[in-house]
């Protein structure tokens, strides 16, 4: 039974940084799709950022530079840095895993297991 756990999220001042982290059991993360995905109130779920199996990485345009996804294959853990952060990147952040290997747009992967996410809130 494949669990993904996520923890650290919190409140952070504009400017600030946070990790994030996915915690996997029952699925091995270096050898999945690995996702993290946000939500802000009143709006869709959107792609934040990937890691495959290969190592290769993705991020959304509006975080790019920001962020940081990375995996600790010991602690089967993915992690999400988060850096200079904006109001708007308040949302709830879920992690997601699949055992696919994808080769598209990453904004369109699908996942077949997701966390509980994990609160970000950003104040001005």
């Known amino acids: 039974q494949v669990q993904l756990v996520e923890s650290g999220g919190g409140l952070v001042q504009a400017g600030g940084s946070l990790r994030i982290s996915c915690a996997a059991s029952?699925?091995?993360?270096?050898?999945?799709?690995m996702g993290w995905l946000r939500q802000a109130p009143g709006k869709e779920r959107e792609f934040v950022a990937a890691?495959?199996?290969?190592?290769?990485?993705y991020y959304a345009d509006s975080v790019k530079g920001r962020f940081t996804i990375s995996r600790d294959n010991a602690k089967n853990t993915m992690y999400l840095d988060m850096n200079s952060l904006k109001p708007e990147d308040t949302a709830v952040y879920y992690c997601?895993?699949?055992?696919?290997?994808?080769?598209?747009?990453?904004?369109?992967?699908?996942?077949?297991?997701w966390g509980q996410g994990t609160q970000v809130t950003v104040s001005f």
């Open positions: 997601a895993s699949d055992p696919r290997n994808y080769w598209t747009d990453p904004k369109l992967w699908k996942y077949d297991h």
């Open positions: 029952g699925r091995t993360v270096s050898s999945s799709t």
């Open positions: 890691i495959t199996s290969s190592g290769g990485i």
